[in-house]
């Protein structure tokens, strides 16, 4: 019986080469920044070496429907500096009167009225007390403000051309090329976030700094934040200091629970007088 | 033929023509990725995600301040941004290359920005993270002048670093003596 010899020198080089490239591409997959949804990594970021404040989001690929963040203010460590708020004035370049975050100051006395001011936003921080309340202060404390980041956000329900919208990944965003500037998503909104641009008349609300966690930053007030009194990182992380929070016994609450809003923004020491 | 087939064609042509100008405007007029995720355009995530990130983080001021960075990480004020008080790392620099000066803060200025955080009389201040002082109550009890700026005793960046030094100095005085 004559046995047909099989071509084995071919079969070894075609195995071998497609071993090797399917290895070098593999490791080329590695070493380029993987920008399966178009986003340049590098792309307008400060040079230098730069940490991986949230982990597993820097050079790979974003998952956008397997993503999970979460915000916590914790109340009793804000000491009102504003150092959020000229943050954010500063990495959006908000113009003057308008806030994508500010910090409020609340003041309580044994009568359990409430004394609420904010002024300019909190951007010059709180230099004086009060001097118009009357009475004694019972509690006083600093509520930091910003996008709730809601589940079910009222404002992309109402806006007639689609220009808000919730992403795969739960950031209630904005789409700056559609927005006609109507207004009725500020109007929507229990929270008071958004506010019309003075110039270019479309809506601008806080995106917790959409741009630097796609990029493996901390937001921009959470990065500046002297006594972490704001906290973000990824759910998706077990190690990550809101994960433990979130799954630890501490009283959380959100702000007006009872609209049915779904706040990813959580706050730790909140007070119920604060709405 | 039926006289009625005319009418027929007709029909049947207009709502062929209809259909194609219905589909070709919305091919025109609806974004390329809408629908992709729901009802709004899907590169407006893209879009955000591209903006510029104009905050650096103070690993990014160290890489070129390794002085500044040493004083400021042994202190007590290792939790403080750089940029909060010096300026945005963008108005600093731009494609690696030093594009603009920060301004340094002076006299008057620096007190005031201490106390943004460090006063006593915003009673809200949480003893429990900071240390507030009251003014001039402060400058009197150490027996300074009231005109003092914080930043003649305290450093800015490791506020009890001076503190400590004379502290040692004069402990180690005390003890000689």
Redesign the interface.
């Known amino acids: 019986m004559k046995m047909v010899e099989p071509p084995q020198e071919m079969d070894r080089r075609s195995f071998v080469k497609k071993v090797l490239g399917g290895t070098i591409a593999g490791s080329l997959f590695l070493v380029f920044p993987m920008d399966g949804?178009?986003?340049?990594f590098q792309?307008?970021?400060?040079?230098?070496?730069?940490?991986e404040?949230i982990p597993g989001i820097k050079n790979r690929r974003y998952d956008?429907h397997n993503q999970k963040f979460a915000f916590i203010v914790d109340i009793?460590?804000?000491?009102?500096?504003?150092?959020c708020c000229?943050?954010d004035k500063?990495?959006?370049q908000v113009p003057d009167g308008n806030y994508r975050t500010w910090v409020e100051?609340?003041?309580k006395d044994f009568d359990d009225q409430v004394y609420v001011d904010c002024p300019d936003g909190g951007l010059?921080?709180?230099?004086?007390?009060r001097d118009d309340i009357p009475v004694d202060?019972r509690d006083?404390?600093?509520v930091p403000k910003l996008c709730n980041m809601c589940k079910e956000p009222p404002c992309t329900q109402v806006c007639p051309v689609?220009?808000?919208?919730?992403?795969?990944d739960g950031f209630v965003?904005?789409?700056?090329?559609?927005c006609v500037g109507c207004a009725y998503c500020i109007q929507a909104c229990p929270y008071s976030a958004r506010f019309l641009h003075p110039v270019t008349r479309i809506t601008e609300k806080c995106?917790w700094c959409?741009?630097?966690i796609?990029?493996g930053?901390l937001p921009?007030c959470v990065?500046?934040c002297?006594?972490?009194a704001r906290k973000f990182g990824s759910l998706n992380d077990e190690q990550s200091e809101v994960y433990k929070i979130l799954k630890g016994p501490g009283v959380l609450t959100v702000l007006k629970q009872s609209m049915g809003t779904w706040p990813a923004l959580y706050y730790m020491g909140q007070r119920l007088e604060v709405i | 033929m039926s006289k009625h087939a005319l009418h027929l064609i007709v029909v049947m042509v207009s709502i062929v023509a209809m259909a194609g100008a219905g589909l070709a405007l919305k091919a025109r007029f609806i974004p390329e990725s809408f629908g992709l995720y729901g009802a709004y355009r899907a590169d407006a995530i893209d879009e955000e995600a591209r903006r510029a990130v104009r905050h650096g983080t103070n690993a990014s001021c160290f890489g070129c301040h390794p002085y500044e960075a040493t004083i400021h990480l042994e202190g007590d004020h290792t939790t403080i941004s750089c940029e909060f008080c010096h300026g945005t790392y963008s108005d600093h620099i731009t494609d690696k290359k030093k594009t603009g000066t920060l301004p340094v803060k002076k006299g008057q200025e620096i007190t005031t920005l201490c106390l943004r955080c460090h006063n006593t009389e915003i009673k809200a201040r949480s003893t429990i993270v900071i240390k507030t002082v009251g003014m001039p109550d402060h400058l009197a009890k150490q027996n300074v002048k009231v005109t003092h700026t914080c930043n003649q005793c305290h450093h800015v960046h490791a506020p009890l670093k001076y503190i400590n030094e004379a502290k040692k100095i004069t402990g180690l005085m005390e003890a000689e003596s």
């Not at chain 1, 009793?76 to 150092?83: E, Y």
């Not at chain 1, 010059?124 to 007390?129: A, F, I, L, S, V």
């Not at chain 1, 689609?162 to 795969?168: E, K, Q």
């Open positions: 949804d178009g986003i340049n792309e307008g970021l400060p040079s230098g070496e730069l940490p404040e956008i009793t460590r804000c000491i009102g500096c504003g150092s000229v943050a500063r990495e959006y100051r609340y003041i010059d921080g709180y230099q004086k007390p202060a006083t404390f600093f689609g220009a808000t919208f919730i992403s795969p965003l904005m789409d700056n090329d559609r995106t959409y741009h630097r796609r990029k930053l921009a990065e500046v002297p006594t972490g």
